[in-house]
């Protein structure tokens, strides 16, 4: 498998971050990190192994970002403000220096063909990934999100100006009427995944929530509830529904 490794400096956040690329071709899969984790998360917690077989097939290429959650909204400062601006920072280096060089990339290993995007993660991941996926839906056309909460109230309470409001899924979705956005939402493949065994309630919560608000707008999604006890809902659970997510839209993807 061709693994590579990258620590290139971000112009959007003034400093240098890492990510790595896994694959030589194939469906290109953008993967955040969970809460306050890093770009190596992903392969550490078995998914690139749980992968490698369509990796090494040239049927997806990986991409593991880094994040900075731990300045954002898992930070002490009591500057709220402050704190989601650098997350808008964060957004900006990923929708104008990642995904220009993911799209840049992927094409010229896809024999010049222009690919649209899987965006995915777990817990913060799925989190990101749905808010980046609803705020920038123009070169993704799936989202699979693992255990995430879809709004700010957790991180800001009912804090809510512009800058906050722009970053809670279920709150500005619900006042989206563009249809330009609609359809690309309604076209997109957009997979929720939730367990429901313990220390899930919040992000049961707002997984439901969600699921009401795409629900009322006619947006189509697949959610998907599992177990019901505390030895359903870790990691093997996640991978296993990652990894049958992902297949599943190259599959259909190849059909």
Not at 1 to 13: A, G, K, P, T, V
Not at 25 to 51: C, H, W
Not at 74 to 84: A, E, G, P, Y
Request: net charge negative.
């Amino acid at each position: 498998m061709q693994i590579n490794y990258h620590n290139e400096y971000s112009h959007r956040l003034g400093r240098n971050m890492e990510y790595k690329v896994y694959g030589h071709a194939g469906k290109p899969i953008l993967v955040f990190p969970t809460s306050n984790g890093r770009f190596y998360q992903y392969e550490d917690s078995g998914m690139i192994q749980a992968l490698s077989h369509w990796i090494r097939e040239g049927k997806i290429q990986v991409w593991t970002v880094d994040g900075i959650d731990w300045e954002t909204y898992f930070s002490d400062s009591w500057d709220k403000l402050q704190r989601i601006r650098q997350h808008e920072n964060y957004f900006a280096y990923i929708h104008e220096e990642i995904i220009p060089s993911i799209l840049e990339k992927s094409k010229s290993n896809n024999g010049g063909h222009n690919q649209q995007l899987v965006v995915t993660g777990c817990s913060m991941g799925a989190f990101h990934s749905s808010n980046f996926f609803f705020r920038h839906p123009w070169h993704i056309d799936t989202v699979i999100a693992l255990s995430g909460v879809y709004s700010t109230d957790y991180f800001f309470g009912e804090y809510k100006p512009t800058d906050i409001y722009l970053n809670s899924p279920v709150d500005y979705l619900r006042n989206n009427h563009d249809e330009s956005y609609l359809d690309r939402f309604r076209k997109a493949n957009l997979i929720f995944c939730c367990g429901r065994g313990a220390y899930e309630e919040l992000m049961l919560k707002d997984t439901r929530e969600l699921q009401q608000v795409l629900k009322t707008k006619e947006i189509p999604a697949w959610f998907d509830y599992w177990g019901t006890v505390p030895s359903m809902t870790g990691d093997g659970g996640s991978n296993r529904l990652s990894t049958t997510s992902i297949i599943s839209c190259i599959e259909k993807k190849e059909k």
